[in-house]
Every structure is written in C-alpha cells, then in structure tokens.
Antibody, heavy 117, light 107 residues
Framework: EVQLVESGGGLVQPGRSLKLSCAAS????????MAWVRQAPTKGLEWVAS????????YYRDSVKGRFTISRDNAKNTLYLQIDSLRSEDTATYYC??????????WGQGTLVTVSS | DIQMTQSPASLSASLGETVTIECLAS??????LAWYQQKPGKSPQLLIY???SLNDGVPSRFSGSGSGTQYSLKINSLQSEDVSIYFC?????????FGGGTKLELK
C-alpha cells in the first residue's frame, strides 16, 4: 500500500525558514517523480514543485522560485521541501504527491504551515 | 498559465441522482485532464486521468469525458459518500493548474 507521510509543519514567523519532509513507502520511491502541492485554508489546490527520479531536475511555480527548494533522498525514501523567507501567503497545508505525469496519483495527509507573527 | 474554470461552484443533489460537473480550460489541453475528490478534512484522491480513464478502485458510477478545452465529470446514482469537493486539473503544461473546485452536497 502506498503511504506518504508529511511532517515538519507548524507556526512560524514571517521571514523564517522551515523544512518539510515526506516519508514514502509501499512503492519503489526512486522510480517516481515526486511533487509538493499546497492548499491555503478553505482555498483551492496549487502545485508548488516537482523533482525528477534522481533529483537532478527540479521544477517550481514562479511565485516560489528562489525561496523554495525541493530535494529527495532515495536511500531514505524521503522527499523534502525547504522553505525560506516565509510569507503570510505561504500559509497552507502542504501535500506531497506521487507524480505520474498524467496526474498526482497518491497524496499524503498533509502538514499545515502557518506563517504569522 | 492555463486557467481552469469549474462550474458550478456548488451543487446540491439527491441520493440516486446523476450530477455533472464541468471544467473549462483557457486553451486546448489535449485531454491531459484529471479529476480529484476531496472529502472533508482529507487529502485529495485521484478519480480520473487523461479525461476519461478511471483510476484503480474508483467506483464505475464516476466517469469523465471531454476534449479540447471542455471536460466534464459525471456521477451516476449519487451516494452519500460522494459528498466532497471535486477539482479538475490540467497536466498539459507547467504550471499544472487546478480548477477552483465544486462542492457537492446532499439535498
């Protein structure tokens, strides 16, 4: 059974940093592109970033380029999202997802990031 | 960015009814369209990909159709467990964008 378990969220002040993690199991993690998708409270969904199987290629939405860094450790079956210079508009639940290209096939339960002073 | 417009934003229907949710892309996405279901307090789950391919384990009362810029999700014989928010998403171009969602409630 595919499982994706996010962690690392919390309350953080504007301008600070946070690193989210996603532990994957139930599939051959190193064979799949992975992604982060976020959802602001009572809002819709927004793709944030994706990373290739080996980690050599990363892709970001424009609004997070330069502040967010997606990475992966295939030995630990873990996906990461480093978020720097946090802004209030980054407040959201962050989901990691198994990216099949044609869709995000599996999603974790999400981790809530709240940016507030 | 490709804009995805869903309609209606909310929908109320009775058990056993058939409902249809529409999704309009701002340009041709060549059937690279997925539908997700998000139950209250839960993460989204994939229902349909490539516009009309049912994901494993999804009940056959769900179906997708469309091409070009216009797509739809149909739910036959509505069940209580179908109460959710439904999102469409294009996977044709980056950034991959979602519709605003359709909240489905029971009448």
């Amino acid at each position: 059974e595919v499982q994706l378990v996010e962690s690392g969220g919390g309350l953080v002040q504007p301008g600070r940093s946070l690193k989210l993690s996603c532990a994957a199991s139930g599939f051959t993690y190193s064979n799949y592109v992975m992604a982060w998708v976020r959802q602001a409270p009572t809002k819709g969904l927004e793709w944030v970033a994706s990373i290739s199987t080996g980690g050599g290629n990363t892709y970001y939405r424009d609004s997070v380029k330069g502040r967010f860094t997606i990475s992966r450790d295939n030995a630990k079956n873990t996906l990461y999202l480093q978020i720097d210079s946090l802004r209030s508009e980054d407040t959201a639940t962050y989901y990691c997802a198994k990216d099949m290209g044609e869709a995000f096939a599996y999603w974790g339960q999400g981790t809530l990031v709240t940016v507030s002073s | 960015d490709i804009q995805m417009t869903q309609s209606p934003a909310s929908l109320s229907a009775s058990l056993g009814e058939t409902v249809t949710i529409e999704c309009l892309a701002s340009e041709d996405i060549y059937s690279n369209l997925a539908w997700y279901q998000q139950k209250p307090g839960k993460s989204p789950q994939l229902l349909i990909y490539y516009a009309n391919s049912l994901n494993d384990g999804v009940p056959s009362r769900f179906s997708g159709s469309g091409s070009g810029t216009q797509y739809s999700l149909k739910i036959n014989s509505l069940q209580s467990e179908d109460v959710s928010i439904y999102f469409c998403q294009q996977n044709y171009d980056s950034p991959r964008t979602f519709g605003g969602g359709t909240k489905l409630e029971l009448k």
